[in-house]
């Protein structure tokens, strides 16, 4: 006799690390009934740890987005990530602690794939200094809502020490260490005043702050996007002696 059994539907989640989200694929299979086990219930497939804290972070950055650091509770990820509150707790003891993960991981990523796509380019090259501005801009206007998120952070934390983000800090050294390259002065600047490594930093703090108070530093009328990267490009090229 052929007995059909019923077809079980579940969601399973892997964990995209280019973007860092979480991507859901809908499977189904046959769900055997209770006299195929041996304990007469029926078995889930269990989640290792790397997929469990992959499913839990994309769960918490998709609240986090949605409801902000204050609005998300740990109940609401949890069952976004398909798992219980103890089990969140398990990886991340608090929820400051997960949203410092959620977001410091999703930007390591970012700066980390931002940097290796640089290219070194010589003193007083404006072209290839205007290529590398208008990709800063580009990077981090993509990567607004993120920054935004971090600041927060800072607030969210309640006196935390937050600490740098690994892949801007390697991102400021690889900087610092190109520019003293392409202007022949040794990595703490020689003449240069505050050294490479605070031009680099300088540089960055100035893009980043033009992109995040955009509407408030450049209304309408008051300049083109091609004038913004120009006025940079001179920043850089002048403004920190690197013609």
Known sequence: MVVDLPIRRYRVCSF???????????????ALDGSDHPDGK???????AGELTAAILA??????????PTGATTAAIARRAGV???QLFRYFPTKAALFREAVFGALNTHFTEFQSAQSPFVAGDRSAAECYIKDLIAFLGDNRQLMVALLASQAFAGGEESGPIAALSQYFEAGAAMRAKRLGESDQGGGQVGGHRMAVRVSFAAVLGAVAFRDWLFPPGIASDAEIEAAFTDF?????GES
């Open 42 to 48: 029926s078995h889930r497939k269990r989640r290792g």
């Open 84 to 86: 219980t509150e103890a």
């Open 16 to 30: 995209d690390s280019t973007y860092y989200h979480c991507v859901w694929q809908d499977c189904k299979e046959t």
């Open 59 to 68: 769960a918490a950055r998709a609240e986090f987005d949605e409801r902000g």
């Open 236 to 240: 850089i090229l002048n403004g920190l």
